[in-house]
């Protein structure tokens, strides 16, 4: 069973950045990306990374986040640049073992149990 650990989430002035970190172990990912929920909002994709590194974002962090992979050690990172209020949210880990890149959440089947980051204004 494949078991993802986030960190390096914490608080950070506006304009700042923040990288936070992903480890998988338990089993080999293909799909590895970020999921974001704020406070009374939907969990919504932030970006992601197949395992030959072509990377998707949404468009609200194109510009500003770098997602990034280490094959060999099965761990993903977020590099967050320019942060702003709205970033504020927690950040969850997640990873399916398809090839195919997707938005969904619900096509991960693997999950962390998420980090806080919070953008002061």
């Known amino acids: 069973q494949v078991q993802l650990v986030e960190s390096g989430g914490g608080l950070v002035q506006a304009g700042g950045s923040l990288r936070v970190s992903c480890a998988g172990s338990g089993g080999y990912v293909l799909t590895m990306g970020w999921f974001r929920q704020a406070p009374g909002k939907e969990r919504e994709f932030v970006a992601a990374v197949s395992s030959f590194g072509s990377t998707y974002y949404a468009d609200s962090v194109k510009g500003r986040f770098t997602i990034s992979r280490d094959n060999a050690e099965n761990t993903v990172y977020l590099q967050m640049n320019s942060l702003k209020p709205e970033d504020t949210a927690v950040y969850y880990c997640?990873?399916?073992?398809?090839?195919?890149?997707?938005?969904?959440?619900?096509?991960?089947?693997?999950w962390g149990q998420g980090t806080q980051v919070t953008v002061s204004s």
């Open positions: 997640a990873a399916r073992t398809r090839g195919v890149v997707s938005m969904r959440g619900e096509n991960y089947p693997f």
